[in-house]
């Protein structure tokens, strides 16, 4: 509904300064300005000296919604969907996939409906099937369990996992104690773990530094879990370098480009906003780590899978709300959220570009080799 009226953002509505030129029709934030006009009388027919400005406006709040820049998948991401998605057209269903391929519950879902099994041990998997692993990396006991059933392996690990898992073989020959900074009961962690057990100690927290004893002649690094929080990796790797001087670095920082970008994202954003929504699974290590961010520069922040997750008290005095994505979350999980907002909240959308993202990466060899294989036989 829409409704004419004189506004000046000094005085109360319907008290005016006559001027043909005064610049005055600011709008008030819940009003969004649909058309302005020169009058020479108010509502209630008074007549001016001079021309005023009169604002016609809509009566709904309206609500301005920062769409952060990059979001959502990441190269990795990008990846493993694809790998399932080229295993399920080669081999037919089922097809098996060790964990669940990216943290996140939809896209999962939509897999199980297209034939994909997810499992948590490898003797699930029949004897002489194929099976995926998931972006989060496998030790190297899951490879040789399923060797030894005759399992068809392409892995979808990310090559920034895969990369970390080298540094962690790399040290632990070269006989260094390996702090690996990380959630302990994350998948990727307990990957990373499995390539070298006896040379690895798990730190979760600022907390667990204290707690760490390694003999004063052995040389130690650390590593990191890509999808840590800046913040938190920052305090840790500062407590842990206070505690051994004498710690390693790994050669390039292991927290990866998606989750640097979208925390940079929010870190920015944050503190213009009301209110922060990221779209993710809560088993979203990524995604998580975004509300962190949010709610670390003072915004608060939710975490929803889709729009069904939204609870519209949250939005009571809410102007600007930014949304953003984890890693593993699909796009048109946003656009279904942008859209009820825009529909009951009559928000607009301002796309927010913080960082350029072009990263692509190819598909396994073990893939490939796969294609080629039924190239060669149909
Ligand atoms: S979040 Fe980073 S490490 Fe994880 S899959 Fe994406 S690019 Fe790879």
Not at 74 to 80: D, P
Not at 92 to 109: F, K, L, M, Q
Request: hydrophobic residues 40%; charged residues 25%; aromatic residues 6%.
């Amino acid at each position: 509904m829409a409704r004419l009226t004189f506004i000046s953002h000094r005085k109360p509505l319907n008290f005016y300064r006559v001027s043909g030129r005064h610049r005055w029709c600011r709008p008030t934030a819940y009003r969004r300005v649909l058309e302005t006009r020169r009058v020479y009388k108010t509502v209630s027919g008074r007549a001016l000296y001079g021309p005023a400005t009169a604002v016609l406006y809509t009566e709904k709040a309206f609500m301005k919604i920062v769409l952060a820049n990059p979001r959502g998948f990441c190269a990795g991401v990008n990846m493993a969907i694809e790998c399932v998605e080229r295993v399920l057209e080669l081999r037919g269903a089922p097809v098996y996939v060790y964990h669940e391929i990216v943290h996140n519950r939809h896209v999962v879902e939509r897999f199980v409906r297209q034939g994909a099994v997810f499992v948590d041990t490898i003797d699930e998997v029949p004897a002489g099937a194929t099976v995926v692993y998931s972006a989060h990396g496998v030790s190297p006991e899951i490879r040789q369990r399923a060797t030894a059933r005759g399992l068809v392996q392409v892995d979808a690990t990310c090559p920034l996992v895969t990369k970390v898992h080298n540094e962690a073989i790399r040290y632990a020959r070269q006989k260094f104690t390996i702090i690996l900074i990380g959630h302990a009961d994350h998948d990727e962690v307990v990957g990373t773990l499995g390539e070298a057990p006896d040379s690895i100690v798990i730190c979760e927290s600022v907390n667990d530094v204290a707690g760490i004893e390694i003999p004063a002649d052995h040389r130690i690094a650390y590593l990191t879990q890509t999808t840590l929080s800046l913040d938190d990796a920052s305090k840790i790797i500062a407590a842990l370098k206070a505690k051994f001087p004498r710690i390693q670095a790994p050669p390039k920082e292991d927290i990866c480009y998606a989750t640097t970008n979208r925390q940079t994202a929010v870190q920015k954003l944050a503190p213009e906003c009301d209110l922060v929504l990221v779209v993710g699974s809560q088993n979203s290590s990524n995604s998580k780590r975004l509300v962190e961010m949010a709610e670390n520069r003072g915004t608060k922040g939710y975490l929803v899978d889709d729009a069904s997750g939204l609870d519209h008290a949250w939005f009571k005095d809410v102007r600007t709300v930014l949304i953003t994505a984890g890693a593993s979350a699909p796009e048109d999980l946003v656009q279904e959220i942008v859209k009820l907002l825009e529909e009951r909240y009559g928000a607009t959308v301002e796309h927010r570009h913080v960082t350029d993202e072009d990263m692509h990466f190819e598909l396994p060899l073990s893939l490939r080799k796969l294609e080629e294989h039924h190239a060669a036989i149909t």
